[in-house]
C-alpha cells in the first residue's frame, strides 16, 4: 500500500484537506489490498488443482514466488505504472527478462500496459497465464490485475485510477505434461517471437527440449529414491 500513500503525500500541499484525503486514502489501500488478497487465493487454488479433475490447465510442482502490486496514477502516468509492474515481474525471473522468451516478455508488458493505459472502462480486470522456458526449466507465470477510475472530488487532480496487481511464478510438471500440450505451449512462444519458423524445426527443437526435461525429471526421482 505504500505505493499509494506516497502518491498522495507528495502531491498534496494542502493542510484542509488532510483529514478527508486520509479518509479517502485508507479506502483506496483497502480497496486495492481486497484486491491482492482475493488474486493471491484465487491463483493459489488454480495451482493446487491445476491438471487434475476438470481442470485442464498445465500442472505445476511447486509455487516459487508471488509477486503484488497497488499504485494510484492519473492516466497520464499510466506507463509509468505499467513500467514498474513490468520491473517486479523481471524481478522474480532468474537472471532479469533477459533470460526468459521474448515473446513472453512482450506479451506481458502489453497486457499490463493495456490494463492500466486503457481508459474505456471504469472497472477493468486482466486474468491470464502463460507457459516459458527461464534458463534450463520450464514455469508457468499466473497474473490478475485490476484497475478502477475513482471520481474523488479532493482527489480528482491527483488520482484517476487504483490498480491492483498479483503474478505467481510456478515450475511446470512436466512428468504431467504430455507432448502435445507442450508442443503448443512451446509453438505459440516460438511463433510470436519468430512468425517465419517452419513447423517442422519447431516440432524438432520442442521434441529435444522435452525430451531433455523428461531426462532430468527422471533422474531427479531416481536420486530422491
Known amino acids: 500500500m505504500g505505493a499509494i500513500r ?53 500442472p505445476i510442482t511447486q509455487i516459487q514466488d508471488f509477486i503484488s502490486e497497488t499504485h494510484a496514477y492519473t492516466s497520464q502516468n499510466a506507463d509509468k505504472i505499467a513500467g514498474a509492474v513490468e520491473n517486479a515481474i523481471n524481478g522474480i525471473i532468474n537472471g532479469g527478462k533477459e533470460n526468459i522468451n521474448n515473446a513472453i516478455s512482450g506479451l506481458v508488458t502489453a497486457a499490463i500496459t493495456g490494463l492500466f493505459g486503457s481508459e474505456e472502462s471504469s472497472d477493468m480486470t486482466f486474468d491470464k497465464y502463460y507457459v516459458a522456458v527461464e534458463g534450463i526449466s520450464i514455469i508457468r507465470l499466473d497474473l490478475m490485475g485490476w484497475k478502477r477510475s475513482i471520481t474523488a472530488s479532493s482527489l480528482s487532480t491527483k488520482i484517476e485510477q487504483i490498480s491492483a496487481f498479483v503474478m ?47 531426462s532430468n525429471e527422471k533422474n531427479s526421482l531416481k536420486i530422491q529414491n
Open 6 to 58: 506516497g502518491f498522495i503525500s507528495k502531491n498534496d500541499q494542502s493542510d484542509k484537506l488532510i483529514e478527508e484525503q486520509n479518509a479517502h486514502l485508507d479506502s483506496l489501500s483497502e480497496m486495492a489490498n481486497i484486491k491482492v488478497n482475493l488474486f493471491k487465493e484465487i491463483i493459489t487454488d488454480r495451482l493446487i488443482n491445476a491438471g487434475t479433475g476438470t481442470d485442464k490447465t498445465v
Open 168 to 214: 505467481a511464478k510456478s515450475t511446470v510438471d512436466i512428468m504431467k505434461t504430455d507432448f502435445n500440450t507442450f508442443l503448443d505451449l512451446y509453438q505459440n512462444l516460438v511463433l510470436s517471437e519468430n512468425p517465419e519458423s517452419k513447423t517442422k524445426d519447431i516440432i524438432t527443437e520442442a521434441k529435444q527440449i522435452f525430451d531433455m526435461f523428461k
